[in-house]
């Protein structure tokens, strides 16, 4: 499972935790401006907006999980079982892959907005990439600094959500997400008060006591909450240290620590936590393994050239010793 989230400082972030128990080799992946995408239904781009993410490359191909363009637009795609439904392709509409779907957008739009607008005429087909890559099933949340949408195409057809919160999960489908935001509304930042019972002599015994009741849980669902209590309650000081701090941390409430979450014999972790910052193209991450920041910044490459530039994850602590 995953979790994505966007977030405004001074500048805008957007990142998400990769929970998985295994990983495709994937590293953080600059595609300039002029690097040729194919799309198996409609016209190659041969210049677009430049991207930073992360992928695994195939064949020279950069099957994107999340990334962000030079202009700011962010996306990010995450499990979706059972509800994601891809059509047969619809001659009426622009048919798009499940796995193009991140370049196609981020290749051309620079705003939700203008995005909204195109989804009207988008077909999410159902090719795979290849036989070592069948389609996964996925949902998409988009995001600039001013909205965010959620995009899943079911069985009933495409929709595109506003999303007020600014964060995703998994299953099960948005608007059911956001209805169960209602179960929480008397949940606080401050000391609850007692409206249990007021003539019991209740006591605030402990801080934070006004939001008791806010999942702690790993499921998809209360992940959601989680994290939109955490981020819509974020308070962070102005500067990039302040604000990537704060992202990590939001993104944090909603980890998966090994061995909480049992998949057979292996155990659910989050392999990978990024927060890009989408003004300035800089995408930051962690690995379960690396608790340091590490950074690639996308105007540190040449972004006028044809071909994808990718850097490995670093793996392992980096430990700074004291003494
Ligand atoms: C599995 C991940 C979601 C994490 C998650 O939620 N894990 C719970 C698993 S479980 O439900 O608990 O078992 C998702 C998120 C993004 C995906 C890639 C997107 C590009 C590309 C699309 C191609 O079509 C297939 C290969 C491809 C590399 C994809 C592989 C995989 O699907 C990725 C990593």
Excluded at 187 to 204: G, M, Q, R
Aim: aromatic content about 12%.
């Amino acid at each position: 499972m995953c979790t994505a989230a966007n977030y405004t400082a001074t500048d805008h972030y957007f990142g998400r935790n990769l929970d998985l128990e295994y990983s495709y080799n994937e590293t953080v992946t600059v595609t300039p401006r002029n690097y040729v995408f194919k799309f198996r239904q409609v016209d190659e781009l041969r210049s677009h907006h430049a991207l930073i993410g992360i992928s695994t490359n195939v064949d020279g191909y950069p099957l994107y999980y999340d990334a962000t363009n030079e202009k700011g637009l962010s996306m990010a795609g995450l499990n979706f079982p059972e509800n994601a439904d891809y059509k047969p392709e619809d001659p009426k509409k622009i048919n798009i892959t499940p796995f193009e779907f991140i370049p196609w957008v981020l290749g051309q739009y620079e705003t939700v907005a203008e995005v909204k607008e195109a989804l009207k005429d988008i077909n999410l087909v159902n090719i795979s990439f290849s036989k070592e890559y069948p389609l996964s099933p996925l949902h998409w949340i988009i995001s600039d600094r001013e909205e965010s949408i959620t995009v899943e195409s079911v069985k009933e057809g495409l929709h595109v959500y506003d999303n007020p919160v600014g964060v995703l999960t998994n299953n099960p489908t948005f608007d059911k997400q956001l209805f169960n935001l209602n179960n929480y509304m008397t949940l606080s930042i401050d000391p609850p008060k007692n409206n249990f019972a007021p003539d019991l002599v209740l006591d605030t015994y402990s801080r934070g006591m006004g939001a008791i009741g806010l999942p702690g849980d790993l499921s998809s669902s209360s992940r959601f909450v989680k994290a939109v209590f955490t981020k819509i309650n974020s308070v962070s000081g102005s500067s990039e240290s302040e604000a990537i701090s704060q992202f990590f941390h939001i993104l944090g409430s909603a980890a998966q620590q090994r061995g909480c979450v049992r998949l057979g014999d292996k155990y659910e972790i989050t392999i990978y936590s990024s927060c890009c910052n989408t003004d300035k193209g800089i995408y930051y991450y962690k690995t379960y393994e690396n608790s340091q920041i590490s950074g690639v910044d996308m105007h540190k490459e040449n972004l006028d050239s044809e071909e994808i530039i990718s850097y490995s994850l670093i793996e392992g602590q980096q430990i700074k010793m004291q003494n």
